[in-house]
């Protein structure tokens, strides 16, 4: 089993939907949760930082970390033709060690 | 704040010559910086992880006298790419992380291209 599992996709939604992107995992360890965005050509960026279970929410992105489920959930509302891009969930345990485990991404198309 | 940038964005050689790639962390100290390489509609993989004033530690297969990092100071760290070959080509990233907080910022990437 993989540490970490996203579904690759592709998704593509309408213009102004809501879009779920899921990650699973399986260390108990992971505390620590990112969600990038990155685009095609370019360096990933960070949307969302979270620390242990709960929700956090920045505009229209909100990530929800369930760690009792392993499961790890970025929700976009009103969804733009400028969200089309890859999105990659990332975790880490912490300690000394800043090395990130990362899904395998999930690439988005909104449609306009 | 947490800028993290890459020269060259792009660059072509011809093989069997050595190409560096710069990365700067631009607002921050960056007391880690790793080392990724992404191949099309791949996921990222990491290839180093490096400390300022320490030898980098490489991942498991990838050729450390062939992947030189550098990690001068706290700002700057070098990916040099010796000997490159057709198969080097890739896509290169760098990330920085400043340890305040767990995450890490990454660089635009530098595209390679070797001929």
């Known amino acids: 089993q993989k540490e970490v599992e996203q579904d690759p996709g592709p998704l593509s939604v309408p213009e102004g939907a809501i879009v779920s992107l899921n990650c699973t995992y399986s260390?108990?360890?992971?505390?620590?949760f990112m969600w990038y965005r990155q685009y095609s050509r370019k360096g990933p960026e960070l949307l969302m930082y979270?620390?242990?279970?709960g929700n956090k929410e920045d505009g229209r992105f909100t990530a929800q970390v369930d760690k009792s489920s392993k499961y790890i959930s970025l929700f976009i509302r009103d969804s733009q033709p400028s969200d089309s891009a890859t999105y990659l969930c990332?975790?880490?345990?912490?300690?000394?060690?800043?090395?990130?485990?990362f899904g395998k991404g999930t690439l988005l198309t909104v449609n306009p | 704040g947490a800028v993290v940038s890459q020269h060259p964005s792009w660059v072509i050689c011809k093989s069997g010559t050595s190409v560096k790639i710069e990365c700067r962390s631009l607002?921050?100290?960056?007391?880690?910086m790793f080392w990724y390489r992404q191949f099309p509609k791949q996921s990222l993989m990491l290839m180093a992880t490096?400390?300022?004033?320490?030898?980098?530690?490489?991942e498991q297969g990838v050729e450390k006298d062939k992947f030189l990092i550098n990690h001068a100071s706290l700002t700057l760290s070098t990916l040099t790419v010796t000997s490159a070959h057709p198969e080097d080509s890739s896509f290169y990233i760098c990330?920085?992380?400043?340890?305040?907080?767990?995450?890490?910022?990454f660089g635009p990437g530098t595209r390679l291209l070797v001929l």
């Open positions: 990330s920085a992380t400043s340890g305040v907080i767990r995450t890490q910022y």
């Open positions: 260390n108990s360890a992971f505390q620590y």
């Open positions: 979270t620390y242990s279970s």
């Open positions: 990332a975790m880490n345990s912490g300690g000394s060690n800043y090395k990130l485990t």
């Open positions: 607002d921050f100290q960056a007391t880690t």
């Open positions: 490096s400390n300022e004033g320490s030898k980098a530690t490489y």
